[in-house]
């Protein structure tokens, strides 16, 4: 029988001190660079009202987990930071306020039933512009989106941007039932574009929209398939909604990240929320995304004050894999100095280390006392660069280099 006091449960997993260094490290550099956008940063409760995510086009309850306290009030651990953060704006800011940005780093909690290698204790880094509606705040989400990733190291990454307006544009004007445009945009969300194109043919579905069902695998790629794109879309919402993504693009190349982005007119999204452009940012090496977001016009709505918004996660935890497989994972021993000394130095070398901390660096003190070359081989073994050596000789030390 297995002792559960010796092992994580399915989904959560401890971090040792180096990995979790360079975890630690990536989340910083990304809450960084979201700052230098003056992106403010927030922390929302892990536990909350089970109402914060619920009927929220979110996650769905069955990934949540859940709790009833000893009032009787249904709690959940967080599951998804933009409903939260959603939350803080509606009870704290009004349209007088805006624009609104806003970041954090935090984990958020899902459960899986069908668990397979993954996590259940999720990192995300992200940001929520709230107010602005336009093509700039689209575009400059994405290129926050962009110069995260770059910044943190990442190499060959792209961003694919699809525009969800496109397809209801088209699914608005075909004259199909309310439900069999369900079925299809279900289908399309499954990017099942044979049995969309089939329940198009089978409801006789106008032939521009058969058409189209059979182009949108072929609308992906660089910005030159907004033209045909724009040809194809036949109603004002589609047309709309390839002009966005023209305008971002355009947008994109003022700052110089253009080429991080390609264009997905199939994306439809699979969360509720999504009202305007959606993206997903990928890298070589893993068959999943790094990067989520899109515009969700109608959610801080639902907590009662109606204000568009745009944003996006970093999925902590596959971003750090992905460095980690381009080695970009630099090592880090658990100190930069290791500080020892015989009886007679500990004085000098205890006033160096404490000079050395107010300087910032990360200094060991050594409990090997009076041996040189036993502090070396010790440093050698834990990945300290260089030993700081005080044998009362000497007020400043001597430097022993492990390399």
């Known amino acids: ?87 803080v704006v509606a009870t704290n800011f009004g349209p007088e306020d805006t624009p609104l940005r806003f970041c954090y780093v935090q984990n958020v909690f899902r459960y899986s039933p069908n668990y397979q290698g993954r996590l259940r204790e999720i990192t995300q880094a992200g940001i929520e512009l709230t107010g602005p509606s336009g093509d700039e705040a689209d575009a400059e989400v994405l290129a926050v989106a962009i110069d995260a990733l770059r910044s943190s190291g990442l190499e060959d990454f792209r961003i694919d941007v699809g525009q969800v307006r496109f397809l209801q544009g088209m699914l608005e004007t075909c004259g199909l039932a309310p439900a069999v445009c369900d079925e299809l945009r279900d289908f399309v969300v499954a990017r099942d574009f044979v049995a969309a194109e089939a329940v198009g043919r089978e409801h006789d579905a106008p032939l521009d929209m058969r058409r189209l069902l059979s182009n949108l695998p072929f609308f992906n790629g660089e910005a030159e398939i907004l033209d045909e794109a724009l040809e194809e879309a036949k109603n004002e919402k589609s047309r709309a909604a390839v002009v966005n993504l023209k305008n971002i693009h355009a947008t994109l190349k003022d700052y110089g990240f253009e080429k991080y982005v390609s264009f997905d007119l199939s994306m439809a999204g699979n969360m509720d929320y999504y009202t305007g452009i959606i993206f997903r940012g990928y890298t070589s090496g893993l068959g999943f995304s790094i990067l989520d977001g899109g515009r969700y016009d109608g959610l801080v709505a639902r907590f009662g004050v109606d204000l568009p918004s745009v944003g996006f996660i970093i999925k902590v935890h596959n971003l750090v894999g992905a460095l980690e497989k381009q080695n970009r994972q630099a090592p880090d021993g658990e100190a930069d100095v290791l500080v020892a000394w015989t009886p007679e130095g500990r004085r000098f070398a205890l006033a160096s280390a404490a000079a050395l901390r107010r300087d910032g660096l990360r200094c060991a003190n050594s409990l090997a006392v009076g041996d040189a070359a036993a502090n070396l081989r010790d440093a050698r073994r834990r990945g300290i660069p260089r030993v700081l050596w005080f044998d009362g000789t000497c007020a400043s030390g001597v430097t022993l280099w492990t390399d």
């Open 1 to 87: 029988m297995r002792d559960n006091g010796l092992h994580t449960p399915d989904g959560f997993r401890d971090y040792l001190a180096g990995e979790y260094a360079f975890k630690k490290r990536t989340e910083d550099g990304l809450e960084a660079v979201f700052q230098r956008y003056a992106y403010s940063s927030v922390c929302t409760p892990t536990l909350e009202y089970a109402e914060v995510f619920t009927d929220k086009g979110s996650v769905d309850p069955k990934q949540m987990y859940r709790f009833i306290d000893r009032d009787g009030e249904m709690l959940a651990l967080r599951a998804d930071l933009t409903p939260s953060v959603a939350r």
